[in-house]
Nanobody, 116 residues
Framework: QVQLVESGGGLVQAGGSLRLSCTVSGTVFSMAAMGWYRQAPGKERELVAR???????YSADSVKGRFFISRDNSKSTVYLQMNSLKSEDTGVYFC??????????WGQGTQVTVSS
């Protein structure tokens, strides 16, 4: 059973930084693509950043240049470094692991609140 556990959320002032972590168990982490999504109150869940098993990264236009995704295969962990946070970055952040049609698993989410 694949399990994802997020951590690192919290309350931060606008302009500040946070680093989210997501540790994966129950699968070969290095073969999975990893993504960070967020869901703001009253809005649909959206992709924030994604990194392939080979290390190619993608980030949404809304966070480009501010958020950076990375992975450490030795720790089975994916990170989301969030800088220059804005109030519109507030939401629950979810980690997702995918591997073709074999794996599609989500974490429980971690709350990020940015105060203006």
């Amino acid at each position: 059973q694949v399990q994802l556990v997020e951590s690192g959320g919290g309350l931060v002032q606008a302009g500040g930084s946070l680093r989210l972590s997501c540790t994966v168990s129950g699968t070969v982490f290095s073969m999975a693509a990893m993504g960070w999504y967020r869901q703001a109150p009253g809005k649909e869940r959206e992709l924030v950043a994604r990194i392939t098993s080979g290390g190619s990264a993608y980030s949404a236009d809304s966070v480009k240049g501010r958020f950076f995704i990375s992975r450490d295969n030795s720790k089975s962990t994916v990170y989301l470094q969030m800088n220059s946070l804005k109030s519109e970055d507030t939401g629950v952040y979810f980690c997702r692991a995918t591997r073709g049609s074999i794996i599609d698993s989500w974490g429980q989410g971690t709350q990020v609140t940015v105060s203006s």
